[in-house]
């Protein structure tokens, strides 16, 4: 590899570790994962997606076991969004996400949008 081009990669792969969010997304993360009423709703939020993954496959979309689990998956998502140190967590999360996203459009969008381009012509 280019040693300039791996240095900029090093620098911006620093700049992103360093960045004020993302070291506060870190923060937050270790805090949750120290926290077990958190965790246990993480479980049961978890658990319910399962379920009503396996019962939109095993009895169809429209099914009433389906909408039964998928009541059961939004009260335990609601439980756990209501918690501040979750919702604090996901708010970080979307700025750093919105971040990597920006890093990531200016790194490869051109190659997307080129990929797409030459699709059409197939």
Not at 12 to 36: G, Q, R
Not at 79 to 95: A, F, V
């Amino acid at each position: 590899m280019d040693g300039i081009l791996q240095k900029r990669l090093l620098d911006l792969a620093l700049a992103i570790d360093e960045d004020p969010d993302v070291l506060l997304l870190k923060e937050k993360e270790a805090a949750l994962k120290d926290d077990p009423t958190l965790l246990s709703l993480v479980e049961e939020k978890d658990k319910s997606l399962s379920e009503y993954m396996l019962a939109r496959m095993d009895y169809g979309e429209d099914s009433q076991e389906a909408e039964t689990a998928q009541k059961k998956l939004h009260q335990a998502k609601m439980n756990l969004d209501l918690q501040p140190k979750s919702h604090e967590y996901t708010e970080i999360y979307s700025r750093v996400s919105l971040r990597y996203r920006y890093v990531d459009d200016i790194l490869f969008g051109l190659f997307r949008q080129k990929k797409k381009c030459e699709g059409h012509h197939d």
